[in-house]
């Protein structure tokens, strides 16, 4: 079945670095992705929609300067945490729809803890 | 405002019992409904999905789904849960392209 790699599972960085998280869709294309962050036992919130060679949707509330996203081909988004806090700790997960079976599938995530 | 509802937020069962999620959604018109399962470490996997056709859904391990539209819900359902179940479960509803996920329930089975 469609496979999606997220990378890395988990990232230390200090704060007011950036950290780039990819996801890769190995073996389809993914003309459209989504990020969503997790909080500890909460649920999933969509972050943005990543289009192939077009600007990223963002969700009202997100900021897109803090949340860069490109999405430069088909198999690869990537979510470049901008000059992170910690308040930008997290679980970040990525997501592309399988256009055959209208679903969606989900990267491993991403545990970004910035201190 | 739309949503996805899931009110169970916490249930432990002992292995064998019978399990029902709770889910609601506040979306009109055509709904595209989905259950995930989220194992501890693990990523999210597909549990089942309606779209259209029977409303009774039947997905992987033993879980089915009743989407009762003048209900607005999508409850997931497995008669005998074992210990393996233990897990968080989400559902969401697809609108536009997007998934709209609940708040999760997490569930617990002793052996």
């Known amino acids: 079945g469609a496979v999606v790699s997220q990378h890395p599972s988990r990232v230390i960085c200090k704060s007011g670095t950036s950290v780039k998280i990819e996801c890769r869709s190995l073996?389809?294309?993914?003309?459209?992705m989504f990020w969503y962050r997790q909080f500890p036992k909460k649920s999933l919130m969509l972050m943005a929609t990543?289009?192939?060679?077009?600007?990223?949707?963002?969700e009202q509330g997100v900021e897109k300067d803090k949340f860069l996203i490109n999405h430069a081909s088909l198999t690869l988004s990537t979510l470049t945490v901008t000059s992170a806090h910690p308040e930008d700790s997290s679980f970040y997960i990525c997501?592309?729809?399988?256009?055959?079976?209208?679903?969606?599938?989900f990267g491993s995530g991403t545990r970004l803890t910035v201190v | 405002a739309q949503s996805v509802s899931q009110h169970n937020h916490h249930v432990i069962l002992s292995e064998a019992a019978s399990l029902e999620l709770g889910c609601n959604y506040s979306?009109?018109?055509?709904?595209?409904l989905f259950w995930y399962v989220q194992y501890p470490g693990q990523h999210l996997q597909l549990l089942l999905k309606?779209?259209?056709?029977?409303?009774l859904v039947k997905g992987i391990k033993g879980f089915e789904a009743e989407f009762i539209k003048s209900k607005f819900s999508f409850n997931l359902r497995k008669p005998s849960v074992q210990w393996s179940d233990t897990a968080e479960y989400f559902c969401?509803?697809?609108?536009?392209?997007?998934?709209?996920f609940g708040t999760g329930t997490r569930l617990q089975v002793f052996p």
């Open positions: 309606y779209f259209s056709g029977d409303p």
């Open positions: 997501s592309a729809r399988t256009v055959e079976d209208y679903g969606y599938t």
């Open positions: 990543s289009n192939e060679g077009s600007k990223a949707t963002y």
């Open positions: 073996d389809f294309q993914a003309t459209t």
């Open positions: 979306y009109g018109g055509t709904v595209n």
């Open positions: 969401a509803v697809k609108r536009t392209d997007k998934l709209i």
